[in-house]
């Protein structure tokens, strides 16, 4: 199937700073991926849809200016979780497509 | 927008039995059906999916069933093994046909225990 790397795979950082993790399609190209945020026990919750060379279309709730998308090439999608607060720790899956949605390995974000 | 409903929440089985989830989805719309095996903090794995214009599909000891009718599809996992134990999630999708994506939405899914 086809590859999504995901970086980092986890991640510590203090509140109030920001964080960026990377989407990369490496085998094809992705005009569209999607991230996602998963709590304990939880299901995936999709928050935003990151769109190559325009803006991300965010989901009901989730705060554009909180969750910066950038989608400047077909195989690199970014999210950068802004002045991080321990709310916002949990994981984070980016998922893009060829045929079929496959899922990065996500990223395990802990705010202290 | 889609709402998708999955059952059970969680599921336990002895070995070599047969292990059923069902899900339901509201928009006659979705045309894509795919089920997600995820492993405590890992990435959600594609096992089998089914498009609108086919019943069932199988898959050796996985199968999947679509009912476009009641708008609900299943998963077959039979002769379970303990390697199978893990989250399982269904989704559902409407193709759009100008970006080429599929936007899912999830299930709540089901934790599989399979005891020895």
């Known amino acids: 199937g086809a590859v999504v790397s995901q970086h980092p795979s986890w991640v510590i950082c203090k509140s109030g700073t920001s964080v960026k993790i990377e989407c990369r399609s490496l085998d094809f190209q992705a005009t569209t991926m999607f991230w996602y945020r998963q709590f304990p026990k939880q299901s995936l919750m999709l928050m935003a849809t990151?769109?190559?060379?325009?803006?991300?279309?965010?989901e009901q709730g989730v705060e554009k200016d909180k969750f910066l998308i950038n989608h400047a090439s077909l195989t690199l999608s970014t999210l950068t979780v802004t002045s991080a607060h321990p709310e916002d720790s949990s994981f984070y899956i980016c998922s893009a497509r060829s045929r079929r949605a496959f899922f990065g390995q996500g990223t395990r974000l802990t705010v202290v | 927008g889609e709402n998708v409903e999955q059952h059970p929440s969680t599921l336990s089985v002895q070995e070599g039995d047969s292990a059923v989830i069902k899900c339901t989805y509201s928009d006659s719309a979705s045309n894509y059906f795919p089920w997600y095996k995820q492993e405590l903090g890992k990435r959600p794995q594609l096992i089998i999916d089914i498009r609108s214009n086919v019943g069932e599909k199988k898959d050796q000891r996985i199968a999947v069933t679509l009912n476009k009718t009641a708008k609900h599809f299943s998963l077959h996992i039979t002769e379970t093994q303990p390697e199978d134990s893990a989250v399982y999630f269904c989704a559902a999708s409407i193709r759009d046909s100008g970006a080429g994506s599929y936007q899912l939405t999830f299930g709540k899914g089901t934790k599989l225990s399979v005891i020895p």
């Open positions: 990151s769109n190559e060379g325009s803006k991300a279309t965010y």
